[in-house]
């Protein structure tokens, strides 16, 4: 058994001790997928993938006393790596809604033409909302091809990687993806045209 296979079993036990241990193996790994997710975002995004790694660990191991341990269970790493996924997802659409929120200036109805440049906040991430929306309405219907769309795009694995991580075939995962992707786009555009 691999020290990530054991240092989740032991979350999952309830090992106080064993998210610390549990961090510097996953870390870079979280690292490097929150990066590369961020890097899709718009200019100017005001989230950073240390932030957000904390932040999706946190929600992880109930470190943030919004789950019990005993809630937490990883059968494997893929398994792990499918629950960051969908943590980070989380995150960013909630950082998404909280820029577009009435709070924000997300409900102003004449833009001006400005220096993006002097500004530091982003536009809300109306794509991504958009995208989990659409992401919700798919895990309705398929919930393996959502998962896919969830360990691809949000984490950024691989076609093997992804494979590995549900259990399934390359060709299959190839195939989800592809059919994903489609979906969504048909749906995300139908979406559109109805407003």
């Known amino acids: 058994m691999n020290p990530i296979t054991q240092a989740l079993d032991a979350v999952a036990r309830g090992d106080p001790h064993a998210a610390d241990r549990l961090l510097p193996l ?3 790994e979280l690292r490097r997928l929150a990066a590369q997710k961020l ?10 993938a240390t932030a957000l ?11 943030g006393g ?12 893929g398994h792990f790596f499918a629950a960051a996924a969908e943590a980070m997802r989380r995150i960013l659409v909630e950082n998404a809604r909280r820029k577009r929120s009435l709070k924000r200036g ?6 001006r033409d400005v220096d993006l440049d002097l500004l530091a906040a982003p536009e809300p991430g109306e794509d991504l909302i958009a995208l989990d929306e659409a992401l919700e309405r798919l895990a309705a219907k398929d919930p393996v091809k959502a998962e896919v769309v969830k360990l691809r795009f949000f984490v950024g694995l691989s076609s093997q990687e992804t494979a590995l991580a549900l ?6 995962a190839d195939r989800y993806w592809n ?8 749906d995300i555009s139908g979406q559109e045209k109805a407003e």
Request: hydrophobic share 35%.
């Open 26 to 28: 996953v870390y870079d």
């Open 39 to 48: 890097a899709q975002e718009k200019a100017g995004q005001t989230l950073q």
């Open 53 to 63: 790694v904390h932040e999706a660990y946190l929600r992880l191991t109930a470190s």
């Open 66 to 77: 919004r789950k019990p341990p005993d809630e937490q269970r990883w059968d494997h790493r």
């Open 106 to 111: 997300g409900a102003v109805e004449v833009r």
């Open 167 to 172: 259990g399934i075939s390359r060709a299959t």
């Open 179 to 186: 059919y994903a992707r489609a979906w969504l786009y048909r």
